[in-house]
């Protein structure tokens, strides 16, 4: 579904990432791991578009990274599940307009389709009867929920969670992964998760790449099992939320 070939990687005029192969194949789970700065957000922003690629072969589904037109771009999101660290709700509507609003932007033009969509994906996210709810009187954890919800909407090949538990407390975090790797084994759904946590992927197997030196390192079970890094934020989730995310309250009332 996603294949790069010898991809360069560029940011503001500095190389992220040079001659690197990367690929995810149907029902994968994979965790990129690696230290602040390292490019992690950079890689999951070239799968959506947002960021180009600057030579080599890359190609998303069937969309070469390398000549997609921006008419395009759209249609290859619609295919992809993007979940941000910061969750990206509108604040000025509830969590029904918010993943009707998605769902009218990608072409749902039946209100009843759109109800029905709208309550399957929040029912298996366990937020089914908050869609009344502004975004504000939720829990950090709960408008993640919602966030993944709407990452679902169109039945996406493959979801890009980039720092999903960044901004939650540990407990949270790891009811957030689980979620998660359940709709990768359920629905068949590519997981592709930056995160700092190593210890989710004790608990939640899957495919280890650590981003390091603009490369890529595929880990084997038993390195990744006992990968331990210097930087003390890629320990623990608390340390995590007060290195990156500073004191704020993820159980907003």
């Known amino acids: ?88 709700l509108l604040t000025d509507r509830t969590v029904y307009d918010n993943l009707e609003f998605v769902l009218k932007a990608t072409g749902w033009k039946s209100k009843q389709e759109r109800d029905e969509r709208i309550h399957q994906v929040l029912t298996l996210v366990g937020m089914e009867t ?13 408008q993640q929920r919602v966030v993944i919800a709407r990452a679902l909407l169109n039945q996406p090949k493959v979801i890009l969670a980039d720092e999903p538990t960044g901004n939650l407390d540990p407990e949270t975090g790891h009811n957030i992964v689980a979620l998660l790797h359940e709709i990768c084994k359920s629905q068949n759904t590519a997981v592709v998760m930056s ?36 930087d003390s934020s890629e320990l623990t989730p608390e340390t995590q939320i007060d290195q990156e995310c500073g004191s704020s309250d993820s159980n907003m009332s």
């Open 195 to 230: 995160t700092h946590n190593l210890k989710f992927i004790e608990e939640f197997p899957g495919r280890v790449i650590k981003v390091e030196d603009r490369d890529l390192k595929e880990e084997s079970d038993r390195e990744a099992s006992e990968l331990k890094d210097p």
């Open 130 to 142: 908050k869609s009344w709810r502004m975004p504000n009187t939720l829990s950090g954890g709960e």
């Open 1 to 88: 579904m996603i294949k790069y070939q010898g991809v360069t990687i560029e940011r503001d005029a500095q190389t992220l990432f040079e001659n690197i192969d990367f690929r995810v194949e149907e029902g994968e789970f994979i965790y990129l791991i690696g230290k602040v700065g390292t490019g992690k957000s950079s890689l999951l922003k070239t799968i959506y578009a947002e960021l180009p690629v600057a030579d080599g072969y890359a190609r998303v589904f069937d969309y070469d990274l390398r000549k997609i037109k921006r008419s395009q771009i759209p249609y290859l999101r619609r295919s992809l599940g993007i979940i941000f660290q910061d969750f990206q």
